[in-house]
């Protein structure tokens, strides 16, 4: 794994392809070490990658050119998920995530929904779906201690978790470190990344807006009572600083190499995660004196050793992703896609409205929502004419991938919250934001159609 990461540093900062061939071998060699966590979505995953690759070998006789593209793009995402563990690792070793934590899931009713939605939406820059390891029990706990009726505990245990899982959600159509915008960078030209965030920022700003309504007028009928035990939480200002200091650390660094080495805001982001860990491990230790860097390199030692393994599994499901994303779109005929564009004409809005909503009922196949980016990516990228504005078009795409993780029982996020909680995927996603999700794609489309000028 720290091999893979090197050679795509070193091939991504030096254009090599040797550096990049070595990055293509770690990531095979990868696969083979990985045998013993293959289960049932592994076997299905590489079922398709064989089958689709057969299929453009015997049926399409497509060019080799192509399979070496989608496993480079396997490789990449590989390489990029494991750069951005070791943030996540570096998080769950820090005091400062959980004091935020605690803070947030013990917020009055009136405030909780915003609180736990905005702290997940800003926290998950850094921490990933380890935000949703950390407060998931914190929930529980606190709900344990309010010690109310099981019916009034069970409705506010939804609430919580609901903005949980929204707030994460919605991360990725805005959060530098998410896994959409990287895929779709890859793949479109033109994209202003800076721009992107501004426009993601105000869809999840709307939708926050339009859940926290939906919210309260869904519990409108709820008891208003307040424990008798609940304590006054002070705000963790050190805290939060420190939080703050970290993220503006990572986007001031993330920048600062790309401007540097004249290269995308993706590079910058390869290279600012190690140092950025090193960091905020040093700035852990920083109190041990002439023992600090001791104890940060074993520290980063134990992350890499032991801590990355653990992220197997998530790799392997994420490269045959990307790799059947890429391959598939190579088999969709663009010229037909150009001319059913053509044909069916609409206006900008609907055609993004339309983009975000399509990666909804594909999630329902069990398929990585990567996936559908990267296929979708693919196609838009191959266009002789891109029918929309890039930057919006890589921003539906992220947006239907929000959509995809409150709707579908089959996402990661989805499976997660039910492993820790007990709780049904489909009462989690089908069971309690049909509504949102249906109220969120309304929102998008009033979005769109502001961003677009009404064209």
């Known amino acids: 794994m720290i091999l893979l990461m090197l050679m795509t540093l070193l091939s991504r900062a030096t254009d090599s392809v040797y550096f990049e061939l070595a990055s293509d071998a770690s990531a095979a060699v990868l696969y ?79 405030q909780r929904y915003l609180a736990i939605f905005s702290g997940t939406n800003l ?49 990725v159509v805005w959060s530098p470190t998410a896994m959409a915008p990287l895929a779709v960078m890859e793949l479109i030209d033109g994209i202003s990344r800076e721009l992107w965030t501004v426009y993601g920022l105000v869809c999840t700003g709307a939708v926050l807006c339009v859940g926290w309504m939906e919210d309260i007028w869904r519990f409108r009928k709820l008891q208003r009572t ?3 035990n609940r304590a006054h939480i002070t705000f963790p200002k050190a805290a939060f600083l420190r939080f703050m200091l970290v993220l503006v650390s990572l986007f001031s660094v993330t920048m600062t190499v790309s401007i540097l080495a004249d290269d995308t805001i993706v590079f910058g982001l390869l290279v600012a995660c190690p140092l950025i860990m090193l960091g905020w491990l040093t700035a852990q230790n920083w109190d041990k004196g002439q023992a600090a860097m001791g104890a940060t390199m074993r520290q980063a030692w134990h992350i890499c050793h032991n801590q990355l393994p653990h992220n197997g599994r998530i790799i392997f499901a994420l490269s045959a992703s990307g790799y059947i994303g890429k ?129």
């Open 32 to 110: 083979f070490l990985c045998w013993r966590l293959i289960k049932w979505r592994e076997v299905y995953l590489l079922s398709v990658c064989a089958g689709l690759t057969a299929l453009a070998f015997f049926v399409f006789d497509m060019p080799l050119a192509v399979y070496g593209a989608a496993f480079a793009q396997a490789s990449f995402l590989m390489a990029f998920l494991l750069l951005l563990a070791l943030l996540h690792e570096t998080a769950m070793t820090s005091p400062t995530i959980s004091e935020c934590g605690h803070y947030l899931t013990k917020q009055p009713p009136k």
């Open 123 to 171: 926290m998950s820059v850094l921490f990933n779906l380890g935000i949703v390891s950390l407060l998931t029990p914190l929930i529980k706990k606190g709900l344990e201690d309010e010690k109310a009726e099981s019916a009034i505990t069970a409705l506010r245990e939804r609430r919580q978790l609901t903005a949980m899982l929204r707030g994460f959600a919605w991360g």
């Open 226 to 228: 307040a424990p008798a």
């Open 327 to 455: 391959i598939s779109a190579e088999m969709v005929p663009i010229e037909f896609v150009a001319m059913l564009i053509d044909r069916f004409a609409m206006p900008d809005f609907l055609f993004l409205t339309f983009m975000s909503f399509i990666m909804v009922p594909f999630s329902f196949l069990g398929v990585s929502p990567i996936m559908m980016a990267v296929f979708f990516g693919s196609i838009l990228g191959a266009l002789p004419v891109l029918p929309v504005n890039p930057t919006l078009a890589a921003l539906a795409i992220s947006s239907g991938w929000a959509l995809s993780m409150t709707t579908s029982p089959f996402a990661t996020l989805v499976l997660l919250i039910s492993n820790l909680n007990g709780t049904r995927p489909s009462k989690l996603s089908l069971g309690w934001n049909t509504g949102f999700s249906a109220l969120a794609l309304a929102t998008l489309s009033v979005v769109f159609f502001i961003l677009t000028g009404g064209q």
